[in-house]
Nanobody, 113 residues
Framework: QVQLVESGGGLVQAGGSLRLSCAAS????????MGWYRQAPGKQRELVAA???????NYADAVKGRFTISRDNAKNTVYLQMNSLKPEDTAVYYC???????WGQGTQVTVSS
């Protein structure tokens, strides 16, 4: 049973923008901090950004000032707005519901130079 559904990845040139979306059930969304992680080929999965139920956020140093995580409580959806993308941002991006340890299926983001 799919708990988290991601969308919004794609191919973009360096300097461009993408917005990722992660839709969850109300039960999951209201009860859990949510995070975005990414995994590049040959590298470990790493935290990109996270948000609590109350809206507090934190970011990896590599994306501070460029990425923004947000929650839409009416839509039970968490977003990752990615601006000023760099080739090193290329990875599969995953949504995660921390309290349930649920992962999304992943969405590919490719940034060309």
């Amino acid at each position: 049973q799919v708990q988290l559904v991601e969308s919004g990845g794609g191919l973009v040139q360096a300097g461009g923008s993408l917005r990722l979306s992660c839709a969850a059930s109300r039960r999951i969304f209201r009860a859990s901090p949510m995070g975005w992680y990414r995994q590049a080929p040959g590298k470990q999965r790493e935290l990109v950004a996270a948000t609590t139920s109350g809206g507090s956020t934190n970011y990896a140093d590599a994306v501070k000032g460029r990425f923004t995580i947000s929650r839409d409580n009416a839509k039970n959806t968490v977003y990752l707005q990615m601006n000023s993308l760099k080739p090193e941002d290329t990875a599969v991006y995953y949504c995660h519901a921390d309290n349930f340890d649920y992962w999304g299926q992943g969405t590919q983001v490719t940034v060309s130079s």
